[in-house]
């Protein structure tokens, strides 16, 4: 097949090629075929700027299905595509062949030398899974890219990642000790050593073969291959020349499994790894090194790596200023700055004697003196701090990305490598290459080795194309005059491929074409990349081609603020024009996915839960945000957001806003949920189950009413399973049951009276579920505020209805009846606000409402100043304390122990730390955070029958387990559904923390 044609044609992931390939796929292998548009769609882009939609896509269960898959495709003359955690930022593993994901079931450790510190393992296992399996064991496998959380070994081994560490561990080819692959004719191959070869074996002619090469065109290869560390591209012919041993490598021993190190899965599939390991460094201190110029940061590092680190990175003045705009990176990195650096270098040291390695950070302080830079480095000796700052360096990439706007940071020259000597005048001289062009570049990563991830901002829709080919070619003479490689760490695939020949000549490119015809004879493994690629500007491989259009649609919510144009030069952010302009901008939300799969780690954060249970692409945030962005550009058909396609995307998010924290580019799927939502009740209506839902808060009077007859329901199952069935919920959960009415009591005197000490006004929002279902909640609240001196003002609408943030109907896709509780709410409110009042909430869903879906009615000011003035109890609790307003005497509970889960919105606004601190105030408590993902309730997600056994799923990934284990502690959740899953789950009761610090008043 002709790649770039096809693709071309192939575009629309409408089209549904080649039926009876697809069934045989579905009979003979026992996992996973996709030949749906929306999975194909899915799979049409990594991390890099291109989009090439798949023939289908394989996810095999076992090697044998691995092996079919190769058999079937290789006999209907069809192309085979590896991936693994889909995060290649060169366009490595997007093209028109079959995918084989190897990423959900190919994953496992297959066996372990403790001694030899070696272990085996199938190519879909993440990195940082494989590191944690090691640690027990006091050794780790220490190629650390960026994305460990999300890569895998075979990926990496694919790409020869390199790493933060690469300076003192080598990259992927000098940790690889031996592969077992499937050649494209089918046969099972162990390559390794040369030399350990079984004579006449398949393996031992390949390495023959390849020897011959290497030998013939041993001058040229010590010509034109790069003299420096981080050089990845074509493929390792000089590891083949006797006169130019490997680094790294005592013996200097061929080893033919190092070949296919880099070959991007054009040579074979991998079965198997064989790894070598490192032991895991038993201290580390990090020094950061604050310059007030680039340039100094740049001509400095050669000075800096004769100390010896172990990791020498950059971050740069863009990272550091969008650093500074993500609530999740900002305290961190505002304690590594001193002043306005324009640069920053993170410099560690690792050994097992603290005590060396703390005289090694006094010298770096001594050079940077000595350098003429006195008191420029931030201390940083305690791990925890160390690793706070190196998670946000890992995010580089992502938070480069976070720019809104259609102007991005494009992948294309990041990766040219030059030697330390050259490195402040190259990238001086590569600046000037922006500014002559009208952009600017993001730079960040591995000054240790020479390596500098730089992006200049580059529109692909409107002239990008062009000026990145301008760029790429003055920064090739510069990496060439610099005697460095174009390639150094990422890879060649479709945006480098075509220099691979003007980095080594073409006699050497046509010594690459002979490799491959030795091991792929017939071009079905990953055709079109490292040898015969597409020019890297071809317009029909764009994610963003110059034909891509939105299509037509009228958001319910504002989107102004992601529609926005930047500056290259001076990075400001403009909205275009005046006014409401918000078509654009819901795109752009959905745009501001990268595909760097961040999304897919498993153990941090809260993001992304329904991943966490499926491990399917469809029900991650990358695989949504995907599958929106092709609905919304007409690539999945013209119903737009009211979609098949995007209802089955977004049928297991709970809106944990888990994305909205943890995405460093701030892909809020949890607000294009609402959107989606809408546009399906405008174009189904509204469901029985879904107005009963939306209209819980209007209703709850009644069903006050009807609690006994609700009760009396649930214990005839005879009658409550077929009521159940038929409004859609559950069968296993309990009716809920509206039982009290705490304002309507307050409002007939029996608030608690308010002593004449206060002298301070709090305004208590009780939301629905804690004034109808849960009034022990703001009864405790009233007495902890009431306690601590502040006269308390239950506030209320003009007609009386308790106020409502409309979070009901925002989940069953009602906006409009949620704007309009949103605006009567704020007109009761703003009175209060405009007096400086505090509005203080229980319910985290409920409060951060009025912080975060408020802002997208398009009410104004007074939205902004009440989301400003909104904080949940336990935040005002510390807030006051801090200022010194308040007083609470507190005493010793009966127990000494609690666990505390956190609500998800909580964990997305930063707000579950005051949880922590209030807790901490009650003498004798010792407090532990449960490390959990979303509970699984998530409002009525979890009563819906349809997702019961997913909501229970995640509820036992960490919740319901720590729960069990924990007989003797207290449970403490704040989320009135995080309480009822605890209850349903684990039979345990959980507690609103106001209800503990009431208990606890003295």
């Known amino acids: 097949m002709n790649s770039l044609t096809s693709a071309a044609k192939g575009r629309d992931a409408r089209i549904q090629p080649l039926p009876d390939f697809a069934a045989r796929l579905a009979r003979e292998i026992q996992g996973e075929v996709l030949f749906d548009a929306a999975s194909r769609g899915r799979y049409s882009t990594d991390a890099s700027i291109y989009q090439i939609t798949p023939v289908g896509v394989v996810i095999p269960r076992h090697q044998d299905d691995l092996a079919t898959a190769l058999e079937i495709a290789r006999g209907e003359g069809i192309p085979v595509l590896p991936r693994g955690g889909g995060t290649s930022q060169c366009g490595q593993t997007v093209g028109e062949a ?57 990926g990496m081994a694919g790409n020869n990642s390199c790493g933060s560490r690469s300076i003192h561990y080598g990259n992927m080819v000098h940790n690889v000790q031996a592969l077992d692959v499937l050649l494209a004719d089918g046969e099972k191959v162990h390559l390794g050593l040369v030399d350990e070869l079984a004579a006449g074996s398949r393996a031992a002619r390949l390495a023959e073969q390849v020897e011959a090469i290497a030998r013939r065109e041993g001058e040229r290869i010590r010509e034109h291959y790069p003299k420096v560390l981080r050089r990845v591209a074509g ?14 490598e005592a013996d200097g021993r061929a080893n033919l499994a190092h070949l296919l190190v880099g070959s991007e899965g054009t040579l074979a599939l991998t079965r198997q790894l064989t ?38 990175e950059l971050v740069d003045q863009t990272m550091i200023a969008l650093s500074l705009e993500n609530p999740s990176f900002r305290p961190v990195i505002e304690k590594a700055l001193i002043g306005k650096p324009e640069a920053v270098l993170l410099v560690e040291f690792a050994g097992e004697n603290r005590d060396e390695l703390l005289a090694s950070l006094a010298r770096l302080n001594e050079l940077m003196a000595d350098l003429g830079l006195p008191d420029c480095v931030v201390d940083m000796p305690e791990p925890k701090a160390q690793k706070a700052l190196w998670d946000v360096r890992k995010a580089g990439l992502n938070i480069m990305m976070s720019m809104k706007g259609d102007g991005k940071p494009v992948s294309f020259i990041e990766d040219c490598a030059v030697p330390l000597e050259h490195l402040a005048e190259y990238t001086d001289k590569l600046t000037e290459v922006f500014h002559r062009h009208g952009t600017e570049g993001t730079w960040y990563a591995h000054a240790s080795v020479g390596t500098l991830h730089v992006r200049p901002i580059l529109d692909m829709r409107r002239d990008g194309a062009e000026k990145m080919r301008a760029i790429a070619e003055e920064a090739s003479a510069l990496v060439k005059a610099y005697k460095g490689a174009y390639s150094g760490e990422h890879g060649d695939g479709i945006c480098r491929g075509e220099w691979v020949a003007w980095q080594f000549g073409e006699t050497l490119n046509d010594a690459f074409r002979e490799v491959k015809g030795l091991f792929d004879p017939d071009n079905l493994l990953n055709p079109g990349k490292i040898v015969d ?97 092709l609905v919304l550009s007409g690539q999945l058909g013209r119903d737009g957001l009211a979609s098949d396609e995007v209802k089955e995307a977004l049928d297991l998010c709970v809106s944990c806003k888990g994305c909205k924290r943890d995405c460093p580019t701030g892909v809020d799927m949890a607000r294009i949920k609402i959107e989606a939502r809408a546009a399906r009740v405008a174009k189904e209506g509204v469901s029985v189950r879904e107005r009963l839902i939306g209209d819980l808060p209007r209703r709850a009077p009644v069903l006050r009413r009807l609690s006994p007859l609700v009760k009396a329901i649930d214990g005839m199952p005879w009658l409550a399973s077929p009521l159940k069935r038929a409004l859609g919920l559950a069968e296993e ?117 009025l912080r975060d ?8 000011e007074p939205a902004k100043r009440l989301a400003e003035a909104s904080l949940l109890f336990e935040e005002f609790l510390v807030r006051e304390k801090d200022a010194g307003r308040l007083e609470l005497s507190l005493e010793a509970l009966p127990v000494s122990r609690a666990l505390l889960h956190g609500h998800c919105h909580q964990k997305a606004f930063d707000a579950l730390t005051p949880v922590q601190q209030v807790l901490s105030w009650i003498p004798e408590l010792e407090v532990e955070t449960i490390q959990s993902s979303c509970c699984g309730m998530a409002g009525s997600f979890g009563y819906e029958r349809e997702h019961y056994e997913a909501s229970m799923q995640m509820a036992e990934l960490s919740l319901l387990p720590a729960v069990r284990d924990a007989e003797d502690a207290l449970i403490v959740a704040d989320g009135t559904s995080c309480r009822h899953q605890i209850r349903d789950g684990a039979a345990r009761e959980a507690r609103h923390v106001a209800r503990v610090l009431a208990e606890a008043l003295a």
């Not at 190897?102 to 393992?121: I, P, Q, W, Y």
């Not at 201190?285 to 110029?293: D, Q, R």
């Not at 009233?782 to 001196?789: C, H, K, N, S, T």
Request: charged fraction near 20%; proline fraction near 7%.
């Open 235 to 248: 493929y390792n012919l000089d590891l083949f020349d006797c006169q130019n041993p490997l680094p790294y």
């Open 275 to 312: 790894l070598k390991l490192s032991p895991l460094p038993q201290h580390k201190v990090l020094g950061v090194v604050n310059f007030p110029t680039f340039y100094q940061a740049m001509d400095l590092t050669q000075h800096i790596v004769t100390l010896s680190p172990t990791a020498v």
């Open 853 to 860: 879906e408020f802002l997208g009615f398009g009410l104004g």
């Open 733 to 849: 959960r309990a009716l809920p049951r509206v039982t009290d009415d705490y304002l309507g009591r307050a409002r007939q005197g029996e608030r608690p009276a308010v002593g004449d000490q206060a002298v301070k006004e709090v305004v208590l929002f009780v939301d629905t579920f804690n004034n109808y279902m849960e009034a022990d909640n703001a009864e405790a609240a009233m007495r902890v505020l009431q306690a601590a001196g502040y006269q308390v003002i239950l506030a209320s609408a003009a007609d009386r209805r308790p106020l409502c943030c409309g979070r009901t109907y925002l989940a069953s896709g009602q906006v409009d009846r949620a704007r309009a509780e949103a605006e009567r709410t704020l007109a009761a409110l703003t009175p209060h606000v405009e007096k400086g009042l505090a509005v203080v909430g229980l319910e985290p869903s409920c409060l951060l409402t």
């Open 533 to 629: 690629t597409p020019k890297m500007d071809d317009s029909r491989l764009f994610r963003f081609p110059g034909e891509y259009q939105r299509i037509e649609l009228t958001p319910a919510l504002d989107w102004s603020p992601w529609n926005v144009e930047r500056d290259p030069l001076n990075g400001e952010q403009t909205p275009p024009g005046s006014g409401r302009d918000v078509t654009g901008g819901l795109a752009s939300a959905v745009e501001m996915c990268n595909n760097n799969g961040h999304c897919r780690k498993f153990d941090a954060g809260t993001m992304c839960p329904s991943y966490r249970i499926t491990r399917d692409e469809k029900h991650l945030t990358r695989g949504r945000a995907n599958t929106l962005r």
């Open 98 to 154: 079959l995918v084989i994901d190897a990423s959900r079931h190919l994953n496992g450790v297959v066996s372990f030398d403790k001694e030899a510190r070696t272990v085996v393992v199938e190519p879909g296992i993440v990195l940082d899974h494989l590191n944690a399996w090691l640690k027990p064991h006091g050794l780790w496998f220490p190629v650390d890219v960026s994305t460990s959380a999300q890569c895998t070994l075979g």
